[in-house]
């Protein structure tokens, strides 16, 4: 069924509904709603086609489950681990063609600043995407977000990801900054008016 929502009736989720058939229902904009694809349920005035429909006030929810530095921390980790996986994976396939042990170790070493640059790399174009996130945030049910709940243009990824340059040069500072502020912002993501959210309400 094409936009069918579940929807939240004296506490029990019912349907799918089609959006004809919500429009007759009489819900309120506090009805809880689900349509397939979204994490959690929302309120029916936080659904734009919902507030164009039943002529509610469309309003965003802010954001309330946040990501400490320490699951971040951990996603970034994950991330290195299948870069590097990758990146060892290539470097075999190019040692095998080489006879001196030198060259070998020289080719292994020579690429390894690559790693880093490719990380930052992922990071802007994915946490940019509709994902939200790296492939160690979506493992960990994590997404970087504005602080208008919105999703980061590119040149806004780029900006904060550059900014972890202030978080890293205060040799983690900025980064623990994080653990003592109420949203978990870290240096960087004050700078670049971004959360970092638990997957829940997004």
Known sequence: ???????????KPQGPFSLTEMKSMNLMEGTFVKREGMSD?????EIPEL???????????????FASPDIRMLAALIDYGIILT???VIVLIVVSFIDAQYLKVAVTLSFLPVIPVV?????VFMEASSRKGTFGKALLGIKVIRV????MTLTQSFARNLYKLVSTL???????AGFFDKRQ??????????LVVKDRLL
């Not at 990380?119 to 990071?123: I, Y």
């Not at 912002?185 to 971004?194: E, F, N, S, V």
Request: a negative charge; proline letters at 0%.
């Open 1 to 11: 069924m094409e936009d069918a929502y579940i929807v939240v009736i004296e506490g």
């Open 41 to 45: 349920y929302k309120e029916a005035h």
């Open 51 to 65: 507030c164009e429909l039943l002529g509610f006030r469309l309003t965003r929810a802010e954001a309330q489950y």
């Open 86 to 88: 990758f990146y060892l």
């Open 119 to 123: 990380k930052f790399v992922m990071n």
């Open 148 to 151: 208008d709940a919105e999703k």
């Open 170 to 176: 205060s040799l983690g500072v900025g980064y623990l």
């Open 185 to 194: 912002q870290c240096w960087h993501d004050r700078l670049a008016r971004t």
